[in-house]
Each structure stands twice: as structure tokens, then as C-alpha cells.
């Protein structure tokens, strides 16, 4: 571990983790073995990092965050509060990687933002330049190039929608006249319309 100033402490480290100078990190924050966070890295409090993760500059992960074994970030990610990122997803970087071609407006590197409460299943690749939405679910080993809409559960390669999830992990079902659905474990109300799925109580 690097003998970095962490203003906010305590940090649990376990094992050998390498911390750069300017990267910040917040309250109760857990890092694994061998995971190397790069300056200008941000974590939020209570959020947990696995073994062999790396978190390079400009990345920003929020508050009460789960991301497990061998996750590759690249910079231009941030992941907001709550947000679970399962065994050995990966974020690119470069949208467009042929560099004999001088096409640099599709080249350039692209921001990726990760809602609050997304679960990102292991072994999933998601494509630099997209946004997930709150509470989106993505099935392990799914590609992801373009945007996923909040609550959608979406799998495959490339990912396709396959139906809708509510914010405790339960499938939905809105094949009723109301187009309204209840989450079988915390008991809050959903409707789909139009616009997506929004909760309603």
C-alpha cells in the first residue's frame, strides 16, 4: 500500500493495495488485495472494492458501492450511490479503436455514467458512452453498447431488454389492465408507461 495523505479515514485496506496521492477517499471505504487506485480517483463512503481492481483517474464511484473481484474502470466512469458491479466487468474506453483512421469525433473517448442502484452482473463489458439507468439490472456476461432505461433487465450479447426488475431485485409484471406492478419483497408499487417504469409508491 502507497503512503498516500487520506484525509478521510479509516480506510480498511487488505493486503497490498496501491493508492495514489490525490486519490480521495471516503469514510468506511473497504479496498482488496492488490487493487490499485490512481489520483484523481474518487470513492465514496462505505463502498466496498475487491481484489485486483482498477480504478484510474477521473473515475467517480458513489456512496454505499459493491465492486467486486478483477473489475477493469477506465477513466470518463462514474457509477452513482448504490451501485453493484459484479466479478471481472469491464468498461472500455474508445469507442471507435482504429487509430489509422482519422475519424477523431468517433474516436475520442466517451463518458459512461451508471445510475444509482444499477446491478452489473459478472463477466459483463460495457461499451464507453452509454448511461444505465436507476436500477437497471444487467445479466452476467452481457455486452452493453447502447443505453439501458431505469428498472429494464436486459442480458445477451449484444444486450437486449427482457423485462423490468424493481429496486429490491424482484421481476415485474405489468400484463394487468392498470399496467401497475408490486415488488413481492418490499411491497412498492410501479407503472409502466410510455415514458418507462416509474415507482409510485
Known amino acids: 500500500m502507497s503512503n498516500s495523505n487520506h484525509k478521510n479515514e479509516p480506510v480498511m485496506f487488505l493486503g497490498n493495495a496501491v493508492i495514489e496521492e490525490g486519490c480521495r477517499i471516503g469514510q468506511d471505504v473497504t479496498v482488496g488485495n492488490f487493487s490499485i487506485l490512481k489520483k484523481d480517483a474518487e470513492i465514496g463512503n462505505k463502498t466496498k472494492i475487491g481484489q485486483n481492481v482498477i480504478i484510474p483517474e477521473g473515475v467517480i464511484i458513489g456512496k454505499n458501492c459493491e465492486i467486486q473481484n478483477n473489475v477493469c474502470f477506465n477513466s470518463g466512469v462514474i457509477c452513482e450511490e448504490e451501485v453493484f458491479i459484479g466479478h471481472g466487468a469491464v468498461f472500455t474506453n474508445v469507442y471507435f ?13 466517451m463518458d459512461t455514467k451508471i445510475q ?3 446491478k452489473i452482473g459478472a463477466n459483463s463489458t460495457i461499451v464507453c458512452g452509454v448511461v444505465i439507468g436507476r436500477y437497471a439490472f444487467i445479466a ?5 453498447s447502447n443505453d439501458v432505461k431505469p428498472y429494464a433487465l436486459v442480458s445477451g450479447n449484444p444486450a437486449k431488454q427482457i423485462g423490468w426488475m424493481s429496486e429490491y431485485g424482484s421481476k415485474m409484471n405489468f400484463h394487468n ?3 401497475t406492478s408490486i415488488c413481492s419483497i418490499s ?5 409502466l408507461d410510455h415514458n418507462g417504469v416509474r415507482r409510485i409508491s
Do not use: D, E, F, L
Not at 411491497?187 to 407503472?191: D, E, P, Q, R
Open 97 to 109: 479503436p482504429h487509430q489509422h483512421i482519422m475519424v477523431n469525433h468517433k474516436r475520442a473517448k
Open 116 to 118: 444509482q442502484g444499477v
Open 140 to 144: 452476467a456476461g452481457s455486452i452493453i
Open 177 to 179: 389492465k392498470t399496467r
Open 187 to 191: 411491497g412498492h408499487s410501479y407503472k
